[in-house]
């Protein structure tokens, strides 16, 4: 066994749904000499497998080199055979709102049944319709041309970035906004779509659904999932950041996760219906050159 950093500390952790957990001369493994408090704080929720965690606070934090002594595993759970496919778009209809006071899709016909019949043989005919809408409409994909001038656009964002990706739900308490990075730092993301379940869309088609406490991610959150290598975000609320007047326009969660590559999948719905992991997820748009939004079919296959 070789020598391994570790911190020995004391913590304050309190949870966004009430309560609080202290620790006295807790010892953790870190990957090196040197730790922030914030990176430990986040280390010790996920090492606990904590959730809904609101603040940490760390204290005599001290650093001390020993023997390797073994970690904390966690066993695999045992998958069945069955599966299910879980729907988690909105519907687009006819004059629909996604965004208040956006545009409201159009549909119609081009050609009718009835016309179409000159065209064929009798008893022979179809229907084509035809969609005036803008690109940020129902369950929609973000891609890096959405945000930034030079960025990679739906033509270009590889399939394993859209398509069977493992997923993991992150259940947002009730009432909470800002979806901080303490409140990820239970989840093995890395290579995952990250989908944060706030119970925002229950709202959806309202006028409670633009309003200003809208959940959102905050923008340190955003960098630490870039950090961890996750592939995909998705979030069931109007916006993944914060849309309200006191956040004065900036999308440091858009900027972050499309600078990195990371495509954004927002106005999500059914992730109650999901469970924290064991699921495939999928959101492809069409291949559309030029643009970096577009509506898709997003859904999951459980494996029970």
Same mark, same amino acid.
């Given at each position: ?113 009835? =016309?179409?019949? !000159?065209? +064929?043989?009798? #008893?022979?005919?179809? *229907? ?6 803008? /690109?940020?409409? %129902? ?71 633009? =309003?200003?406490? !809208?959940? +959102?991610?905050? #923008?340190?959150?955003? *960098? ?6 996750? /592939?995909?975000? %998705? ?70």
């Amino acid at each position: 066994m070789g020598e391994q950093w570790r911190a020995q500390f004391d913590a304050e952790i309190s949870f966004a749904n009430g309560g609080g957990l202290r620790t006295e001369g807790f010892r953790l493994d870190i990957p090196g000499r040197e730790i922030s408090d914030d990176d430990l704080a986040a280390l010790l929720v996920r090492h606990l497998g904590l959730l809904m965690v609101a603040e940490v606070r760390i204290t005599d934090k001290t650093v001390i080199q020993e023997p390797h002594k073994g970690g904390r595993g966690v066993a695999a759970a045992e998958s069945g055979t069955g599966r299910r496919l879980v729907e988690l778009s909105h519907v687009i209809g006819d004059g629909m709102t996604t965004l208040p006071g956006w545009p409201a899709p159009r549909i119609g016909d081009w050609l009718t049944f009835a =016309a179409s019949r !000159a065209n +064929y043989a009798p #008893g022979t005919e179809f *229907r084509v319709a035809r969609i005036d809408m803008i /690109a940020n409409t %129902g369950t929609y994909l973000d891609t890096p041309a959405h945000r930034w001038a030079d960025g990679v656009d739906l033509s270009g964002v590889p399939l394993d970035r859209l398509v069977d990706l493992p997923g993991v739900v992150v259940r947002v308490p009730a009432g909470t906004r800002a979806v901080d990075r303490l409140m990820l730092a239970p989840y093995d993301v890395a290579g995952r779509a990250v989908l944060l379940h706030t119970g925002w869309d229950a709202n959806f088609g309202t006028d409670r659904y633009g =309003a200003p406490e !809208a959940p +959102y991610l905050t #923008g340190d959150a955003a *960098r630490a999932l870039a950090d961890a290598g996750a /592939a995909l975000v %998705g979030i069931d609320s109007i916006n993944i950041d914060d849309m309200s007047p006191a956040a004065g326009g900036e999308r440091p969660a858009h900027s972050t996760l499309l600078a990195a590559g990371i495509p954004i999948v927002e106005h999500l719905t059914g992730l109650d219906a999901l469970p924290p992991a064991g699921f495939r997820f999928t959101a492809a748009p069409p291949r559309v050159a030029g643009m970096g939004t577009f509506p898709v079919r997003a859904y999951a296959v459980v494996e029970d």
